[in-house]
């Protein structure tokens, strides 16, 4: 890849000698023959003096590219030539020597004034004149804004007067916020720097609290759009919680507030400890490579960390291990530790501002009942928890655990300075200290408290807390979770999950988890619920099976915490069982008698029945702010209905009707028609058909089947949406032909539509009725007009074999589909099952998704000679998960060995096509 244009401009910035005078000879001698004719030759010294320093004026590299796990010397990344500056300051930018005839100022704006540009970064300029200098400032702005734009840079400009620049300062915290940031780059010095006293005095003075709390507010609120969280999977290094927007705004809010050139000005004011500014800059510095790599990956500003640069970055910054997600998550790692080192710079900076009344103090009336003695070894330092002592927690380190608890009883904040304190004397959180039994009372009562254990014990895991009182969770801190359907790491995922079940005990969710809700008031063992959630992914990436690792760590904490032998083992049996709930709502057919059958004889109590359920709907929930949709939360309350049903009457009830009572109900919807009709209609299926869908569809097949075989029309559709299902339910009648299924699910999926349930029939008199449930991209309902007919025609084209379909899907993968996730490495499996049903073998197969994915798959369950009667379909993240009930062309389960040797590698062979 060629060098950028900023990268070239960083070349010219390090030439010396007779190579730098020749540049500015021939750049002179282009603008004279260039503006000659407009006889303005005063204005070339000037101004190409300005373009001279401008292009010197930034090092695009101020730091070595690679970290010092398997770094070494600096290096650039494989797609760029350029080679890095080898300083660690930028270089100098002194003022020209001539040029004293006009009246005009370059100023650096911005990233550009701060002397940090990024390989595609803007470059912002400010032609800043006194009120005579207008056109003059015109004039040279246009002049060198064409060569920078005929280089090919992005340039960001304006040209003011002083007056104005106040006028709009004064007026827009935007715009005040890029000037402090200016820096004098060309021009008339006394212009700059009356800009500079001026914005001082009339812009600064007086008005640090204002700036700082608007500055804070449009923080949250950046923090909210991108997700509000440090521990994104796929964090945006910029504009993200902890990003290098964050450290601009400490730098803004301290250069703002006290008289500083730099943020280190603040350690020898004793604002900030030596430690504490080189914790900021290593993370400062971190954060420059990764934007600097990412840049010269993507070939333009890309700010986003997604998962398909995320490996190539490790590996460029020197992070190196045989198994790729290794290096993934050892990168990852040090990311967030960044990013936390940052939010703890916030909140230390914060509280200096607080103690100073360059902020507005917290709102609190903890005061009005928090008598000092009522407090103990802590107090009330303004308006935030504090210790008495700077020995206390050498002394007593229970006492780090009891600070968190006492500040969550009282809605407290916890001083930073405490925190700094803490941080020196974690490794006082020994053997003894987790041993001992007051430290896991009061750990306990944190998690099980009434306002809730999910802030606090954040907090708890940012001070390194949490993962010294509890090291296997110290372990899953920053684990990244490669499958692109989780968006927090899983730390991150484990304390939402406690947050969102806390909000269902509080009856805060109970219009979308109406069932939930009215069962978590009546579970007796809370807390075992509450450490079985804490746990269910506490052994994630230890290589094994995260849910038998996790079993025997929760039996241990729930002995640790004081839990009785029975409480012990339940806790235990719902983190080994986690995934049983939703692993049979979205993977089996409960229509199957057997499947509720399975289900019931593993959970086998109404006690567990509730605790996995409220568990299950509080893991799922946490995955992501998209994952949960109605179709899931109908099939999770379908199953417990029926589980809790067959535990109270020891069978399982089905929708069946008598025959006669059947026919009769079916007759009540159809008016008009005859009996001999729906006699017809009835005899062309079975007892399983007959069960597998209410009156009302039934009625509406029997008319889509007598209009197809009246009519002779080779294809009817009906759609129906379900909005609180959030699923548009697709019911096709057709002649049955040789891989129907995989003709119809392709179609669907050119169309737009992502499948997530079917049922598939074929009737004695040859036609086939395929009930599909279908939700969009997004996971809502398909209801767009435009695209329910598009779907018709490819299904009718497929059918017919006008459209083919592995052709389009091929085209649809040459355009870039689903590009991004390619860069994870989901190796396909094929599990084959004949105990889960007691009349179809189960396929059970998983992969990376792709346009096509199920095409394939379903074309080649086809070619092997065999009918699917029940589909499953799931996407998590960039991988599949399709279940399938099928039968051979007896009608039987697939049982010799050679025979499902051949269908599992004929599906692992289409998995990877």
Same mark, same amino acid.
């Given at each position: 890849?060629?060098?950028?244009?900023i990268?070239?401009?960083?070349?010219?910035?390090?030439?010396?000698?007779?190579?730098?005078?020749?540049?500015?000879?021939?750049?002179?001698?282009?603008?004279?023959?260039?503006?000659?004719?407009?006889?303005?030759?005063?204005?070339?010294?000037?101004?190409?003096?300005?373009?001279?320093?401008?292009?010197q004026?930034?090092?695009?590299?101020?730091?070595?590219?690679?970290?010092?796990a398997?770094?070494?010397?600096?290096?650039?990344?494989?797609?760029?030539?350029?080679?890095?500056?080898?300083?660690?300051?930028?270089?100098?930018?002194?003022?020209?020597?001539?040029?004293?005839?006009?009246?005009?100022?370059?100023?650096?704006?911005g990233?550009?004034?701060?002397?940090?540009?990024?390989?595609?970064?803007?470059?912002?300029?400010?032609?800043?004149?006194?009120?005579?200098?207008?056109?003059?400032?015109?004039?040279?702005?246009?002049?060198?804004?064409?060569?920078?734009?005929?280089?090919?840079?992005?340039?960001?400009?304006?040209h003011?007067?002083?007056?104005?620049?106040?006028?709009?300062?004064?007026?827009?915290?935007?715009?005040?916020?890029?000037?402090?940031?200016?820096?004098?780059?060309?021009?008339?010095?006394?212009?700059?720097?009356?800009?500079?006293?001026?914005?001082?005095?009339?812009?600064?003075?007086?008005?640090?609290?204002?700036?700082?709390?608007?500055?804070?507010?449009?923080?949250?609120?950046?923090?909210?759009?991108?997700g509000?969280?440090?521990?994104?999977?796929?964090?945006?290094?910029?504009?993200?919680?902890?990003?290098?927007?964050?450290?601009?705004?400490?730098?803004?809010?301290?250069?703002?507030?006290?008289?500083?050139?730099?943020?280190?000005?603040?350690?020898?004011?004793?604002?900030?400890?030596?430690?504490?500014y080189?914790?900021?800059?290593?993370?400062?510095?971190?954060?420059?490579?990764?934007?600097?790599?990412?840049?010269?990956?993507?070939?333009?500003?890309?700010?986003?960390?997604?998962?398909?640069?995320?490996?190539?970055?490790?590996?460029?910054?020197?992070?190196?291990?045989?198994?790729?997600?290794?290096?993934?998550?050892?990168?990852?790692?040090?990311?967030?530790?960044? #990013?936390? =080192? *940052?939010?703890?710079? &916030?909140? !230390?900076?914060?509280?200096? %501002?607080?103690?100073?009344? $360059?902020?507005?103090? /917290?709102?609190?009336?903890?005061?009005?009942?928090?008598?000092?003695?009522?407090?103990?070894?802590?107090?009330l330092?303004?308006?935030?928890?504090?210790?008495?002592?700077?020995?206390?927690?050498?002394?007593?380190?229970?006492?780090?655990?009891?600070?968190?608890?006492?500040?969550?009883?009282?809605?407290?904040?916890?001083?930073?300075?405490?925190?700094?304190?803490?941080?020196?004397?974690?490794?006082?959180?020994?053997?003894?200290?987790?041993?001992?039994?007051?430290?896991?009372?009061?750990?306990?009562?944190?998690l099980?408290?009434?306002?809730?254990?999910?802030?606090?014990?954040?907090r708890?895991?940012?001070?390194?807390?949490?993962?010294?009182?509890?090291?296997?969770?110290?372990?899953?801190?920053?684990?990244?979770?490669?499958?692109?359907?989780? #968006?927090? =790491? *899983?730390d991150?995922? &484990?304390? !939402?999950?406690?947050?969102? %079940?806390?909000?269902?005990? $509080?009856?805060?969710? /109970?219009?979308?988890?109406?069932?939930?809700?009215?069962?978590?008031?009546?579970?007796?063992?809370?807390?075992?619920?509450?450490?079985?959630?804490?746990?269910?992914?506490?052994?994630?990436?230890?290589?094994?099976d995260?849910?038998?690792?996790?079993?025997?760590?929760?039996?241990?904490?729930?002995?640790?915490?004081?839990?009785?032998?029975?409480e012990?083992?339940?806790?235990?049996?719902?983190?080994?069982?986690?995934?049983?709930?939703?692993?049979?709502?979205?993977?089996r057919?409960?229509?199957?008698?057997k499947?509720?059958?399975?289900?019931v004889?593993?959970?086998q109590?109404?006690?567990?029945?509730?605790?996995?359920?409220?568990?299950?709907?509080?893991?799922?929930?946490a995955?992501?702010?998209?994952?949960?949709?109605?179709?899931?939360?109908?099939?999770?309350?379908?199953?417990?209905?029926?589980?809790?049903?067959?535990?109270?009457t020891?069978?399982?009830?089905?929708?069946?009707?008598?025959?006669g009572?059947?026919?009769?109900?079916?007759?009540?919807?159809?008016?008009?028609?005859?009996?001999?009709?729906?006699?017809?209609?009835?005899?062309?299926?079975?007892?399983?058909?007959?069960a597998n869908f209410?009156?009302?569809?039934?009625?509406?097949?029997?008319?889509?089947?007598?209009?197809?075989?009246?009519?002779?029309?080779?294809l009817?559709?009906?759609?129906?949406?379900?909005?609180?299902?959030?699923?548009?339910?697709?019911?096709?009648?057709?002649?049955?032909?040789?891989?129907?299924?995989?003709?119809?699910?392709?179609?669907?999926?050119?169309?737009?539509?992502?499948?997530?349930?079917?049922?598939?029939?074929?009737?004695?008199?040859?036609?086939?009725?395929?009930?599909?449930?279908?939700?969009?991209?997004?996971?809502?309902?398909?209801?767009?007009?435009?695209?329910?007919?598009?779907?018709?025609?490819?299904?009718e084209?497929?059918?017919?074999?006008?459209?083919?379909?592995?052709?389009?899907?091929?085209?649809?993968?040459?355009?870039?589909?689903n590009?991004?996730?390619?860069?994870?490495?989901?190796?396909?499996?094929?599990?084959?099952?004949?105990?889960?049903?007691?009349?179809?073998?189960?396929?059970?197969?998983?992969?990376?998704?792709?346009?096509?994915?199920?095409?394939?798959?379903?074309?080649?369950?086809?070619?092997?000679?065999?009918?699917?009667?029940?589909?499953?379909i799931?996407?998590?993240?960039?991988?599949?998960?399709?279940?399938?009930?099928?039968?051979?062309?007896?009608?039987?389960?697939?049982?010799?060995?050679?025979?499902?040797?051949?269908?599992?590698?004929?599906?692992?062979?289409?998995?990877?096509?």
């Amino acid at each position: 890849m060629a060098a950028s244009p900023i990268a070239w401009i960083d070349n010219i910035g390090q030439l010396t000698g007779w190579k730098r005078n020749a540049l500015a000879f021939a750049l002179g001698l282009c603008a004279t023959l260039t503006l000659a004719p407009f006889f303005i030759f005063p204005l070339l010294i000037p101004a190409f003096t300005g373009l001279y320093w401008l292009i010197q004026g930034s090092s695009l590299y101020p730091l070595p590219l690679r970290e010092g796990a398997g770094g070494g010397a600096p290096s650039l990344p494989a797609t760029s030539n350029q080679q890095p500056a080898t300083k660690s300051t930028p270089l100098p930018n002194p003022p020209p020597q001539g040029g004293r005839g006009y009246k005009i100022a370059l100023v650096a704006a911005g990233g550009y004034g701060r002397e940090e540009l990024f390989p595609y970064s803007d470059i912002d300029l400010l032609f800043l004149y006194d009120e005579k200098g207008a056109d003059e400032a015109a004039r040279i702005a246009e002049f060198i804004l064409y060569i920078l734009w005929d280089l090919g840079l992005k340039v960001g400009q304006s040209h003011r007067s002083i007056d104005e620049t106040m006028a709009q300062a004064q007026d827009d915290i935007a715009t005040r916020t890029n000037l402090l940031d200016a820096r004098f780059i060309a021009g008339r010095q006394e212009i700059h720097d009356q800009f500079r006293r001026r914005f001082d005095q009339e812009v600064v003075a007086g008005t640090a609290r204002e700036f700082v709390e608007a500055k804070l507010a449009e923080r949250d609120n950046r923090h909210r759009r991108f997700g509000d969280s440090r521990y994104m999977l796929e964090p945006n290094v910029k504009e993200g919680k902890g990003g290098l927007r964050d450290l601009h705004t400490l730098w803004w809010l301290a250069r703002y507030v006290y008289p500083i050139t730099a943020l280190k000005d603040l350690v020898g004011m004793k604002l900030l400890t030596p430690q504490e500014y080189k914790a900021f800059d290593q993370a400062r510095q971190f954060l420059w490579r990764t934007r600097i790599h990412l840049h010269y990956l993507a070939g333009r500003a890309e700010d986003r960390l997604t998962f398909d640069y995320q490996q190539r970055l490790a590996a460029l910054m020197g992070y190196k291990h045989p198994s790729p997600n290794r290096s993934i998550e050892r990168f990852m790692r040090r990311y967030f530790v960044a #990013v936390r =080192t *940052v939010g703890s710079m &916030t909140r !230390v900076f914060c509280a200096l %501002l607080e103690e100073e009344k $360059k902020r507005a103090p /917290r709102r609190s009336l903890a005061w009005l009942w928090q008598a000092p003695w009522k407090l103990g070894h802590f107090r009330l330092d303004g308006q935030r928890l504090g210790v008495r002592a700077d020995t206390a927690f050498e002394t007593n380190p229970v006492l780090m655990i009891e600070l968190f608890r006492v500040a969550q009883i009282h809605e407290l904040d916890i001083h930073p300075r405490a925190l700094q304190l803490m941080a020196r004397h974690l490794g006082c959180i020994d053997d003894a200290v987790r041993a001992d039994p007051k430290a896991n009372a009061l750990f306990l009562d944190i998690l099980l408290a009434y306002q809730g254990p999910e802030t606090t014990l954040r907090r708890m895991s940012e001070a390194g807390v949490l993962g010294r009182f509890i090291p296997d969770f110290g372990r899953i801190i920053g684990q990244t979770q490669f499958n692109m359907y989780h #968006v927090y =790491t *899983v730390d991150e995922h &484990t304390l !939402v999950a406690l947050g969102i %079940l806390h909000a269902v005990e $509080k009856g805060h969710l /109970r219009a979308e988890l109406p069932v939930a809700t009215s069962i978590i008031n009546r579970i007796q063992m809370r807390s075992v619920l509450y450490l079985s959630l804490l746990c269910h992914d506490i052994a994630k990436g230890r290589g094994g099976d995260h849910s038998e690792l996790g079993e025997r760590i929760a039996a241990k904490l729930a002995a640790r915490f004081g839990f009785s032998a029975d409480e012990t083992e339940t806790a235990a049996w719902l983190v080994r069982h986690h995934l049983l709930f939703s692993n049979t709502a979205f993977k089996r057919d409960i229509d199957d008698p057997k499947t509720i059958q399975d289900f019931v004889a593993i959970v086998q109590s109404p006690e567990r029945l509730k605790l996995l359920l409220a568990l299950t709907v509080a893991d799922i929930r946490a995955v992501g702010p998209a994952v949960w949709n109605g179709w899931k939360a109908s099939l999770l309350r379908e199953l417990y209905r029926r589980a809790e049903q067959a535990m109270g009457t020891g069978v399982v009830e089905l929708k069946k009707h008598q025959a006669g009572q059947f026919r009769d109900d079916v007759l009540k919807l159809l008016p008009g028609w005859a009996a001999r009709d729906v006699d017809a209609y009835l005899e062309q299926g079975n007892p399983t058909y007959w069960a597998n869908f209410d009156l009302p569809r039934h009625a509406v097949i029997a008319r889509m089947m007598k209009e197809a075989q009246s009519l002779s029309m080779p294809l009817l559709v009906d759609t129906q949406h379900d909005y609180d299902r959030s699923i548009t339910e697709i019911t096709l009648v057709t002649y049955d032909q040789h891989a129907l299924f995989s003709k119809i699910a392709g179609a669907m999926s050119l169309a737009g539509a992502n499948i997530i349930n079917a049922k598939v029939f074929t009737l004695k008199n040859g036609m086939a009725v395929d009930v599909f449930q279908v939700q969009d991209t997004a996971g809502q309902v398909f209801d767009r007009p435009d695209r329910l007919a598009k779907m018709s025609v490819y299904i009718e084209q497929a059918l017919s074999g006008e459209l083919d379909i592995a052709a389009a899907n091929a085209q649809r993968t040459r355009n870039g589909i689903n590009s991004s996730r390619s860069a994870l490495p989901l190796p396909g499996q094929v599990l084959i099952e004949n105990n889960a049903s007691n009349i179809a073998s189960v396929i059970e197969l998983t992969g990376h998704d792709r346009s096509g994915f199920l095409y394939d798959v379903t074309r080649t369950i086809a070619e092997l000679g065999l009918s699917i009667a029940t589909a499953h379909i799931s996407t998590y993240g960039a991988q599949a998960a399709d279940v399938f009930y099928v039968k051979d062309i007896f009608g039987m389960k697939i049982t010799h060995d050679a025979r499902l040797k051949q269908v599992r590698e004929k599906l692992l062979e289409a998995i990877g096509s």
